[in-house]
């Protein structure tokens, strides 16, 4: 059974930092671009950042870009993001999922349950 | 920069079809997907490659996808089916973009 469970979130005060997991089991989780999506308070998906399957290849959304680093560690089997000068519009659900058919369709097919993380005062 | 553009809520009565749009520029150009998301849930993949589906969605769960529209179609729609609907879609230029969302409502 394929499963994605995220770690790591919480509240940080603006300009903080704070790092999420995502533990990836039933899949072999280094064959495949992983991402990380988000979901503010009553709004809809944002995608945030993807990786490819040995990490060479990582892209950001614009509004994160020089902020978060996407990683990956294949041999535990682990997603992160590290989030650093955090402000009050990445408070959200952060989701990772896995990516499947890119170049080409590329949808995600599998989900984990998300971690919430706030950013206030 | 790309956008999805989705109606804000679509309501329905049970057994009856629901019909989901998503309009982006040359939409049909690219592949869509579709996500269902129920409240406090992750999202769920119910449809891929514009027209696939997933083991274990239902069959009354379709779509299509051409000119600068695609479309979810709930065929005899049950009342599980109430929730949030987003089309989602890939370019290498913008790589990922998700529309605005659809509430369907099971009346």
């Known amino acids: 059974e394929v499963q994605l469970v995220e770690s790591g979130g919480g509240l940080v005060q603006p300009g903080g930092s704070l790092r999420l997991s995502c533990a990836v089991s039933?899949?072999?989780?280094?064959?495949?671009?992983m991402t990380w999506v988000r979901q503010a308070p009553g709004k809809g998906l944002q995608w945030v950042a993807n990786?490819?399957?040995?990490?060479?290849?990582?892209y950001y959304v614009e509004s994160v870009k020089g902020r978060f680093t996407i990683s990956r560690d294949n041999a535990k089997n682990s997603l992160y993001l590290q989030m650093n000068s955090l402000r009050g519009e990445d408070t959200a659900v952060y989701y990772c999922?896995?990516?499947?058919?890119?170049?080409?369709?590329?949808?995600?097919?599998?989900w984990g349950q998300g971690t919430l993380v706030t950013v206030s005062s | 920069s790309y956008e999805l553009t989705q109606p804000p809520s679509v309501s329905v009565s049970p057994r009856q079809t629901a019909t989901i749009t998503c309009s982006g520029d040359k939409l049909g150009d690219k592949y869509a997907s579709w996500y269902q998301q129920k409240p406090g849930q992750s999202p769920v993949l119910v449809i891929y490659q514009d027209t696939k589906r997933p083991s274990g969605i239902p069959e009354r769960f379709s779509g299509s996808n051409s000119g600068n529209t695609a479309t979810l179609t709930i065929s005899e729609t049950q009342a599980m089916d109430e929730a949030d609907y987003y089309c989602?879609?890939?370019?290498?230029?913008?790589?990922?973009?998700f529309g605005t969302g659809t509430k369907v409502t099971v009346l």
């Open positions: 989602q879609a890939w370019d290498s230029s913008f790589l990922y973009v």
């Open positions: 990786i490819k399957q040995d990490g060479s290849e990582k």
């Open positions: 039933g899949f072999t989780f280094s064959s495949y671009w």
């Open positions: 999922a896995r990516e499947d058919s890119c170049p080409g369709s590329c949808e995600f097919d599998y």
